[in-house]
C-alpha cells in the first residue's frame, strides 16, 4: 500500500544547493529591474547597458574633496560608451541624460577605498569626473567592467 502508483509518482528530492552564492552573480530585486528598463528605455534600444551603478558625481576642482558640488546619479556602460544620467529630485528614478563619452575616448584611474571606490573619468574634451561608488555588488561590478573596458 505504501508503494508508488504511476498515478502518484514518489516524491523527488530536490538537488542540494551550495551554500555560498556565486559572487560574479547580481542579486536582481524588481526595484533594480524598473531601474534597468528606465535607463534601457533612456539610453535608447540599440545600445544594450552592459552595467549600471549609482555613485556620488562631481567635477574636479581646486580644493575638490571639500568644495566639489556632488549629485547622486547613474551611471551606465554600454558595449561603446558611458552614458550618466541625473536622478529626478522626489522620485530618484533615473530623469536626463548628462553626460555621454565614448569608451575609446576616455581614461580611467582607479583608487580604492575603505568603503569603496573613486574613478576618475577624464578626457581631452572636458575636466575630469569623479564617481564615488560604494563597495556594493553593483557599484564593484560596475568598476571592474568599466577599468577593464577602458584603456589606462
Known amino acids: 500500500m505504501d508503494q508508488p502508483t504511476p498515478d502518484r509518482p514518489a516524491a523527488?528530492?530536490?538537488p542540494e544547493s551550495?551554500?555560498?552564492p556565486?559572487?560574479?552573480v547580481i542579486p536582481v530585486?524588481?526595484?533594480d529591474e524598473r531601474t534597468t528598463s528606465r535607463l534601457q528605455a533612456l539610453v535608447g534600444p540599440e545600445e544594450p547597458i552592459v552595467v549600471w551603478?549609482?555613485?556620488w558625481v562631481s567635477r574636479e576642482s581646486r580644493l575638490h574633496r571639500l568644495l566639489?558640488?556632488?549629485t547622486?546619479?547613474?551611471a551606465?556602460?554600454?558595449d561603446h560608451d558611458l552614458v550618466m544620467f541625473s536622478t529626478g529630485f522626489f522620485t530618484r528614478r533615473p530623469r536626463r541624460r548628462v553626460y555621454t563619452s565614448s569608451l575609446e575616448r576616455i581614461r580611467v584611474a582607479d583608487d580604492h577605498r575603505p568603503r569603496g571606490r573613486r574613478l576618475r573619468i577624464s578626457s581631452r574634451a572636458h575636466r575630469p569626473l569623479w564617481i564615488e561608488l560604494n563597495a556594493g555588488q553593483r557599484a564593484t561590478a560596475f568598476a571592474d567592467a568599466l577599468v577593464t573596458r577602458v584603456e589606462p
Open 68 to 70: 566639489a558640488a556632488r
Open 12 to 14: 523527488v528530492a530536490p
Open 76 to 78: 551606465a556602460m554600454t
Open 29 to 31: 530585486s524588481a526595484r
Open 53 to 55: 551603478a549609482r555613485g
Open 22 to 24: 556565486d559572487p560574479t
Open 72 to 74: 547622486f546619479d547613474f
Open 18 to 20: 551550495e551554500s555560498t
